[in-house]
């Protein structure tokens, strides 16, 4: 593999659009490595990693498909990395924490109350779901990156959402009565 | 934002997730790396993090730089891998930061600038660099003489990725719709000269030589030295500037 500065685009423009790409998608990146259990440092590297094999072929990017080819690269990365499921991370003391920090306004607690619900989708759904939830992904685009049929995403993502609401209505039921307590 | 093209159903968020799933939904995006980690990933690359809020610009950029549908595919006699003297300075410049950042180096500032202290002052990349650091001068070049705006260069980008994609694939009437836009709407645009040398490939695979010559000649007498200047007359089938 080539050294990180021979893999820099060698025209200016090219480092426009890759600025360009990483300012618009390297959050998204990061989350989807995330979500394949590397920690926050690893997910660091491989991003960079992401960018840099992006940085070399940028000219096959096609514009309209930049998110979908960078987190496709980033799961490419991440199962050499011995990373090939879906791990939505939730500490062990999560729902301790929960019930003590659990004001509305807090970030922190939201995301501790995202994580708790996404934990309860099965690992094998939680991706499809996120990726077109979340990240905005079409079904092809989604069944190309996951190597799956089209059928297949849309049944996964169904079955998904019945996971998640089901679980953010248990949540939210034993939030309610906790603060009725 | 409207429904996708394709055959599922609307986005949570966007139909009837109620106000919890909504809340959920919307912290799974606060997942992001920290502003340093950021600054990290993007010194390695070369590139400048972006203000907070560019990157919806940028995502909407991306939708605005598929005017062109064509796939895209490398075109092995482009002119484009030849930039003016110009901008040489900004791609060697990001060149030599290519080595990855530590992770525990120190960070002078919160946003780590794209390149180390180039010999010469260049034109950074992105003009929200330029907001973000007013005391990085913008290189004397002819190039300065406009003043730009992050959405202008967006903009700019955008129509010469369009123009560079269309050329790829083999769009060269497209590509010279495109680059005429361009140079109408931005006479004195960032990427005028790369944009003319483009109008000088297009022409020559239009078959017209004429036409591209006397273009190829007018851009070799201002641009007499350069490596693009080289380019194009070889491109046109001048003789060497």
Redesign the interface.
């Known amino acids: 593999m080539a ?11 090219d ?13 998204t990146v ?2 989807a490595l ?1 979500r394949r259990g590397l920690s ?2 690893a ?3 491989a ?2 990693e992401t ?2 094999l992006a ?1 070399e072929r940028l ?6 498909s ?2 979908a080819f960078l987190i496709a690269t980033a799961l490419r990365v991440a199962h050499t990395l011995g990373r090939k499921t879906v791990r939505w991370e939730l500490d062990e003391d999560m729902d301790q924490r929960l019930s003590t920090n659990r004001d ?1 306004s807090d ?1 922190r607690a ?2 501790q ?2 994580d708790l ?2 934990s309860k989708v099965d690992a094998d759904l939680v991706e499809v779901f ?1 990726l ?3 990240e ?1 992904l ?3 685009e989604i069944a190309e990156l996951l190597q799956i049929p ?1 059928g297949s ?2 049944s996964r ?1 169904r079955r998904a ?1 019945e996971q ?2 089901s679980a ?1 209505a248990r ?2 039921t034993s939030l309610k009565k906790e603060g009725e307590s | 934002m409207n429904r996708p093209m394709d055959d599922l159903p609307e986005r949570l968020i966007e139909s009837d997730a109620t106000t919890f799933e909504r809340r959920v939904l919307g912290a799974a995006l606060q997942k992001q790396p920290s502003r340093a980690a950021s600054a990290r990933m993007a010194k390695a690359l070369g590139v400048t993090v972006a203000a907070v809020g560019t990157a919806t610009a940028a995502s909407t950029l991306a939708a605005d730089v598929a005017v062109t549908k064509a796939t895209a595919t490398v075109a092995t006699t482009s002119l484009w891998p030849w930039v003016s003297a110009g901008v040489i300075g900004l791609v060697v410049a990001g060149a030599v930061v290519g080595t990855r950042a530590g992770r525990h180096a120190p960070e002078p500032h919160p946003v780590a600038p794209a390149v180390s202290a180039p010999p010469t002052p260049v034109p950074p990349p992105v003009a929200d660099a330029v907001a973000e650091t007013p005391q990085r001068a913008v290189a004397p070049t002819q190039r300065s003489r406009a003043v730009t705006t992050a959405g202008d260069l967006r903009d700019q980008v955008a129509f010469i990725d369009s123009a560079r994609t269309a050329m790829s694939a083999g769009g060269s009437r497209r590509a010279l719709e495109i680059l005429r836009r361009y140079l109408d709407r931005y006479p004195a645009g960032s990427f005028r000269p790369e944009a003319i040398a483009l109008e000088v490939e297009a022409l020559m695979k239009l078959g017209r030589e004429a036409e591209a010559r006397a273009l190829a000649e007018r851009f070799v007498a201002e641009h007499r030295g350069s490596l693009l200047a080289r380019r194009v007359a070889d491109v046109a089938g001048l003789t060497a500037p």
Do not use: M
């Open positions: 050294a990180p500065a021979q893999r820099i685009p060698a025209t200016a423009v480092r426009v659009r890759l600025e360009r790409i990483f300012n618009a998608h390297h959050a990061w989350r995330r926050a440092e997910a660091e590297d991003t960079q960018f840099l940085a000219d096959d990017i096609r514009p309209e930049e998110k509305a970030k939201d995301t109350l995202c619900v996404l996120v077109y939830e979340l905005g079409t079904s092809p089209l995403v849309a993502l959402r998640f609401r953010a949540v939210e």
